[in-house]
């Protein structure tokens, strides 16, 4: 049997949404006038989460692999620029720091800025790390602008990426999907059809009609038609050290003037999000129903609210956690079918966007060899564990003790993989980026600093500098950061300018 008939010839995907349109835009533009079909079925009579309207800077990866007009987007989606996410009220009552997109200062010969920063800043002589960052510069500004090709500027290399109506993100895939061949079938599964060993061969919808494929990727949501319900995975339950498990939303009036940047507040019993689009505001309030009642959730959100709600409150239940396999036979899980981490830090889409190029990278043959899955679980699974020590790092780093939840969440138990990295900080202020996991040392080290845990220590080998040109060189990298900041646009004028919605 030659190579070519081992090919995989149909590509099912069950679900549409986010995650169900992001792999057949992807799949379909690879495959697109070859011989291997792609087909989504969904129903209009299921609805999505799309509580997701936010997002890291690797979505721009994805939206450039699919060919993706980023103005066009924008405009179709109401969609934003994002430079980071504040967070207020984590370490403290009344704190509030920021996770910027993009770097502090700049590399001085070979070792990271914090280390010379950390340096001067125990003399006294340097403000605080934030200072030195453009994204936050300009975020305190209401200033964006995308990269510039100016020599030694911070505008060299923004980091960025955006907030979208996550629904019309979805549709809009769906226009760039069907576009490269991709056909969608609208139907409710009844039946699943599972050969003798396991694996799936078809679908049977409600209405009668008959799908088959050779890969089927399982897009339904937290239900898992096909990873769970049929081939009954199993999951992995993360609420001991994430513990919430409720989200209430609501959108308010657009706000004015608009933030390039995510807002997460920290809360009695959770944590409060406002994303803010060209139309209106995202809002929610990520909770613990064993800390507080849905009705004072809601009430909390609402009274928060600049401008009032637009929408009625709506409410999504949710456990933090993994499949125990992604990938399980021929079925590959995507979304929230393969697991959920909640949306503090705006990885729910990355994850999609992290399954789909992970499954292109090892695409199989229809003999579906267990060292191609076993590789795709392993580097899924390390993704979704390096995102939850992340995560449970904004839990764990409070002084707050008002209230249960946040007393619980100080005194938890947390796993030795973020232990060990809290350590390392403490000891030579170093912080390492693992393999290939999704955020940098940047990041660890704003919420490191922004929530209280501070070292004095760095590398010895920022000794060798001068100290007073070392002062000099600070004093104008945060000079050339603030003025490059202000000389940008203001967020609203540059979307004016480039992706106004109608």
């Not at 190579?3 to 995989?8: A, D, L, Q, R």
């Not at 993706?68 to 009344?94: M, P, Q, R, S, Y």
Request: charged share 25%; glycine share 8%; proline share 3%.
């Amino acid at each position: 049997m030659s190579f070519e008939n081992n090919n995989i010839k149909k590509i099912v995907i069950l679900g549409g949404g986010t995650s169900g349109w992001m792999a057949a835009a992807a799949l379909g533009k690879i495959f697109a006038g070859k011989e291997c079909a792609v087909t989504l079925v969904e129903s209009e009579q299921i609805g999505t989460v799309g509580v997701g309207e936010a997002t890291i800077p690797a979505i721009l990866y994805f939206n450039k692999i699919i060919g993706l007009d980023e103005a066009d987007f924008l405009k179709f989606t109401h969609g934003t620029f994002k430079l980071g996410i504040e967070f207020v009220n984590w370490g403290k009552c009344g704190d509030s720091y920021f996770h910027p997109f993009g770097n502090y200062g700049t590399r001085i010969e070979r070792l990271a800025f914090q280390h010379y920063w950390q340096r001067l800043f125990n003399k006294g002589v340097v403000p605080d790390l934030q200072e030195f960052s453009f994204n936050i510069a300009a975020s305190k500004a209401n200033r964006f602008t995308r990269p510039l090709e100016l020599e030694n500027s911070p505008l060299q290399e923004v980091a960025y990426a955006f907030h979208f109506d996550a629904g019309l993100y979805a549709q809009y895939l769906r226009r760039m999907a069907e576009g490269f061949g991709v056909r969608r079938v609208e139907g409710v599964v009844e039946n699943v059809s599972v050969r003798t060993d396991g694996f799936i061969e078809s679908l049977q919808l409600k209405n009668g009609t008959l799908v088959d494929g050779e890969l089927f990727i399982d897009c339904s949501g937290f239900r898992g038609v096909l990873i769970e319900e049929t081939l009954k995975t199993g999951y992995e339950d993360w609420s001991n050290f994430l513990p919430c498990n409720k989200a209430v939303t609501m959108a308010s009036p657009r706000l004015n003037p608009l933030p390039p940047y995510t807002r997460a507040t920290a809360l009695e019993a959770g944590w409060q999000w406002r994303i803010p689009l060209q139309h209106r505001t995202g809002n929610g309030y990520v909770y613990c129903d064993r800390y507080i009642t849905d009705e004072r959730a809601a009430d909390t959100l609402l009274s928060s609210l600049e401008g009032g709600a637009l929408t009625e409150p709506r409410f999504i239940q949710f456990l933090t956690g993994k499949r125990k396999k992604f990938w399980n036979k021929n079925c590959v899980a995507i979304g929230l079918a393969g697991g959920f981490m909640e949306p503090l830090e705006s990885t729910s889409i990355h994850l999609v966007q992290a399954a789909i190029s992970k499954l292109i990278d090892l695409f199989p043959t229809n003999e579906f060899k267990s060292e191609i899955i076993d590789k795709f679980n392993a580097q899924l699974s390390f993704e979704y564990q390096s995102i939850r020590d992340f995560l449970i790092l904004h839990y764990k780093a409070t002084q707050r003790q008002d209230s249960d939840f946040w007393r619980d969440c100080s005194n938890m138990e947390v796993p030795q993989s973020l232990l060990e990295k809290i350590a390392l900080y403490k000891e030579g202020g170093r912080v390492y980026r693992d393999s290939d996991e999704s955020f940098s040392g940047i990041s660890w080290l704003s919420v490191f600093r922004g929530q209280g845990i501070t070292t004095d220590r760095y590398n010895p080998i920022a000794d060798v500098y001068d100290e007073e040109r070392l002062v000099a060189r600070l004093n104008n990298i945060h000079e050339v950061i603030h003025r490059s900041a202000l000389a940008c646009p203001t967020h609203e004028a540059f979307i004016e300018q480039y992706c106004k919605s109608s």
